[in-house]
C-alpha cells in the first residue's frame, strides 16, 4: 500500500499518520451516508467545502457524520444525504504536534570580518521547533495545491532563507568573529523572530530556534585553539615561554632537543610548564637549568646540580 492510498468511503481517517508529516487531505469523490470521522490523538480535522473551512474538529474519537458533524458545520448544516449521492466534500487532518527539525548551512558562510577581504567562511547547525497555526493560510498557500506536506518541505524552505538571516544576526550579535558561540542565544532569537514571520505567511509558527554550534576552517580552528590556551596562562612573558614549551613537547629542535634528545626535551618541557603554572617563571631573578628546567639555586653556578649538564 502506498503512504497516501485512498481510504473507504464510509470511514474518514489518516491511516498513515506519521509524525513528520504536517497535514494530509482525504479526497475521496464523496462522503456517503453513513460514513464515520475517525480523529486520532495529535490530531485534528478540518471540513472543506468548495475549497471553504466549514468547520474544525479537535475532539479524539470516533463520530459519525450525519449526526456528529454536519450539523456543525457552517454552511451544510441543512445538508441531507440523497439516496445514490453524498456529500462531496474534503477533509485535511492536521498534525498538532510540535516538530523538531534539525538544520545545517549547506555551504559555508562568507561572513565579513575586519583584515579579511573575502570574509570569514562560518558554518553553523542547530534545531527548530515548528507547529501548524493558521489553518486558513495553510490552506490558501499550501493545501489549495499539494495533498500533503512534510517536515522536509519545511526544511528546504527554512534552509533557503537561513543563509541570509544567519549572515545579518551574525554581523549584528557576533561582536568576537572567533568566539561566536558566546553570542549564540542573541543570534537564534533574532532568527527565529524573522524566520517566524516569513513562516506565518504558510499557517506555520517557529515556536523555538537555536543554533547549537558555530565551525570555522581548519586554520581559524587552530588559532583560536591556540589563543584559548595561551589565555589561560595569563600574560606576555608566560605567553613566550608556553612557545618553548611547544617546542620542547614536540621534540622539534632547539638546544633541549639537540642535547638531550625529543624524551628530555618533553621532560623539560612539562617540568617547565609546571613552573610556569606555579608563577616560578615571573620571578626577575631565578635561573633555570636549560636542560632540565630546574631552579638554580647558586648564582653563577658551571654546571647543573640536578642533570650534571655545563652550563
Known sequence: MGLFSGQWADVIEWKEYRDDVLFWIWRNSEIKKGSRLVIKP???????????????????????????????LSSLKGFKFGFNSGLRAEVMFVNTKELTVKWGTKN???????????????RAFGT???????????????AGVRQTFTVDDVKERVTSMLDQLLMRWIVREGKDMTNLQSNAREIAAGI???????????????????VSSFTYPPEVQEMINKNAAYGMVGDVG?????????????????????????????????????????????????????????KLAVDGAKFCPSCGNKL
Open 42 to 72: 495529535g490530531q485534528d480535522a478540518v471540513f472543506l467545502y468548495n475549497g471553504r473551512i466549514e468547520g474544525v474538529f479537535t475532539d479524539e474519537g470516533s463520530f459519525e457524520v450525519a449526526s456528529d458533524i454536519i450539523p456543525f
Open 108 to 122: 559555508a558562510i562568507n561572513i565579513p570580518a575586519e583584515g579579511m577581504p573575502g570574509g570569514m567562511p562560518i
Open 128 to 142: 527548530f521547533v515548528i507547529k501548524v497555526s493558521d489553518y486558513i493560510a495553510l490552506i490558501d498557500k499550501i
Open 192 to 210: 527565529r523572530g524573522d524566520l517566524d514571520m516569513e513562516l506565518l505567511k504558510i499557517g506555520l509558527s517557529v515556536v523555538d530556534f537555536t
Open 238 to 294: 608566560r605567553y613566550r615561554d608556553i612557545g618553548v614549551i611547544d617546542a620542547a613537547s614536540k621534540g622539534s629542535g632547539g638546544a633541549m632537543a639537540d642535547s638531550m634528545g625529543a624524551a628530555v626535551g618533553m621532560a623539560a618541557g612539562m617540568n617547565m610548564a609546571r613552573k610556569i603554572m606555579n608563577g616560578g617563571a615571573s620571578a626577575p631573578k631565578a635561573r633555570f637549568c636549560p636542560y632540565c628546567g630546574e
